[in-house]
């Protein structure tokens, strides 16, 4: 495992979907840790503007990496960043949600949401294991979802697969002195939902929304522990013991409720 903490452990940090909420946060966490960083977003400016600022402002390295991660050519960039030069953690971020009508949205958008939430991970953390593996430690840490413990949406299955292969790759590498950790989170107050064009107030009610701060904070300490799953926050961490206790006949039953009442 990746002592986070220890000054003397200080290394390389690549964070995916660096540039603004959960990412950006894991960045800066990281930075005020000590750690170099190497970020990766699609918006160059963004990407530069966030690299300097965190570089003036913790005294760390900070490198980019311009690339839509769902674009096989600009992804390899990475792959070959992550197998070529020591990086000690590694956090699959970069993420974006669909609306809820799988059979509305143009599938070439499905097929790039479940690659960017689950074939990138995939191919990322495969590109650092092995130099983990040889060194001994390493932290990779995949930003699932609360979602993913639930049957809603194609985006809650693109996430189930994050919680499931963490929890196996976290159990099969810890031998090997490599930690591997989901991070589960409710509703985060980010630009993900204004992307999608959804307000915040349609979606949940305000007590529902969690802080970045407080969330990467929870799931870095998690991390450290060797935690296979991060749920931050008590109120997530009891609706996700509801969530596995509830009937699976009710809650595909609720599924098809709101599918069609969206329909009209
Ligand atoms: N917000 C929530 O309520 C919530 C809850 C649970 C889980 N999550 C998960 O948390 C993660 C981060 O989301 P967020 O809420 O922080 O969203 P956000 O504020 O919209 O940030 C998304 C980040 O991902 C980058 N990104 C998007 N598409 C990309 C692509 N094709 N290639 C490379 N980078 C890309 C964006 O930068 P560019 O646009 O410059 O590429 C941005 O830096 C996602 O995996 C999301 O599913 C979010």
């Known amino acids: 495992m990746t002592r986070l903490t220890d000054p003397a452990e200080r290394g390389t940090a690549l964070v995916t979907g660096a540039t603004a909420g959960i990412g950006a946060e894991f960045a800066r966490q990281l930075a005020a840790r000590g750690m170099d960083l190497v970020l990766v977003a699609r918006d160059e400016a963004r990407l530069r503007a966030s690299a300097a600022q965190l570089a003036d402002r913790y005294g760390v390295a900070v490198d980019v990496l311009v690339a839509d991660l769902t674009d096989a050519e600009q992804r390899a960039t990475v792959e070959t960043r992550l197998a070529s030069s020591a990086v000690q953690v590694l956090v699959n971020n970069a ?20 690659d960017l939430l689950a074939t990138v991970p995939l191919r990322l953390t495969h590109a650092v294991l092995p130099q983990m593996i040889e060194r001994g430690s390493g932290t990779v840490i995949t930003v699932a979802s609360l979602a993913g413990y639930a049957p809603l949406t194609t985006y809650s299955a693109a996430k189930a697969w994050a919680v499931v292969f963490s929890r196996w790759a976290s159990a099969y590498y810890r031998p090997a002195g490599v930690t591997i950790t989901a ?82």
Do not use: C
Not at 95 to 114: K, T
Not at 207 to 226: C, S, Y
């Open 95 to 114: 993420g974006f949600g669909l609306p809820l009508e799988f059979d509305l949205n143009a599938v070439d958008d499905e097929v790039r949401q479940l």
């Open 183 to 264: 991070l589960a989170p409710g509703f985060v107050r980010t630009e993900f939902h204004e992307r999608m064009e959804i307000t915040r107030e349609s979606m949940a009610p305000r007590w529902m929304w969690l802080d970045v701060e407080p969330l990467v904070r929870t799931a870095l300490r998690d991390a450290e522990r060797g935690r296979a799953v991060s749920i931050p926050s008590v109120r997530y961490k009891l609706l996700s013991l509801v969530m596995g206790a509830i009937p699976m006949g009710l809650v595909t039953a609720n599924a098809r409720r709101t599918r069609w009442s969206r329909r009209g």
